[in-house]
């Protein structure tokens, strides 16, 4: 498989780690968590949702021949708080991550050094997918960090669980070397 080949497939599975994360985080909360707001300043999960899905949307449709940033997006509004319903909010997050997904899963390995906008500036097209999957997992980190302050009971880790360090790393030596992508095994304990 060529590199570019190679780096597609490397951040298919990255996106998909990160959607996931954020649905297991947001699944361990009651409906109207999602919707709180410690102070003025932050943002619940669901106004962080929305934000995400309107970037999403706005950067990957039509991602190779319009700037991302689209004429009809209204940013702004993505920070109000409009959404009222948890199901809302799936159908909101499922939105911007088909039209990732849609977009990633057309594109082929010699487009990857085509230059696209986003704001009027030039970028190719594979940093301008490095470029969302830095933004992404930043706000999903928003997402999994608030759940777990707002989760009242105990948390299901997405990761290593704390004090396990130990026997996680244990098991994964305990293995022949492979190569594989480290979202392999994330993907399957996620599941």
Not at 58 to 66: A, E, H, V
Not at 68 to 97: M, P, S, Y
């Amino acid at each position: 498989m060529e590199i570019n080949s190679e780096f597609l497939e490397s951040i298919k599975r990255l996106f998909l780690y990160y959607k996931t994360l954020g649905e297991k985080a947001m699944e361990q909360l009651e409906p109207e968590q999602l919707f709180i707001s410690v102070n003025e300043d932050t943002n619940s999960i669901a106004t962080i949702v929305k934000h995400l899905s309107g970037n999403m949307i706005s950067r990957w449709t039509d991602f190779l021949t319009t700037d991302g940033e689209k004429e009809w997006r209204n940013r702004d509004g993505e920070f109000e708080e409009t959404i009222k319903t948890k199901e809302e909010l799936l159908q909101t997050w499922d939105k911007g991550w088909n039209c990732l997904f849609n977009t990633i899963n057309a594109l082929t390995p010699d487009q990857l050094s085509e230059i696209i906008y986003i704001r009027n500036e030039g970028h190719t097209v594979s940093d301008a997918i490095n470029r969302q999957l830095a933004h992404y997992p930043y706000h999903i980190g928003q997402i999994v960090f608030y759940a777990k302050m707002l989760k009242k009971s105990e948390w299901d880790s997405l990761s290593i669980p704390k004090n396990k360090s130990g026997d996680y790393n244990s098991d994964k030596f305990s293995k022949e070397k492979s190569v594989k992508n480290f979202t392999d095994d994330e993907l399957n304990k996620l599941k």
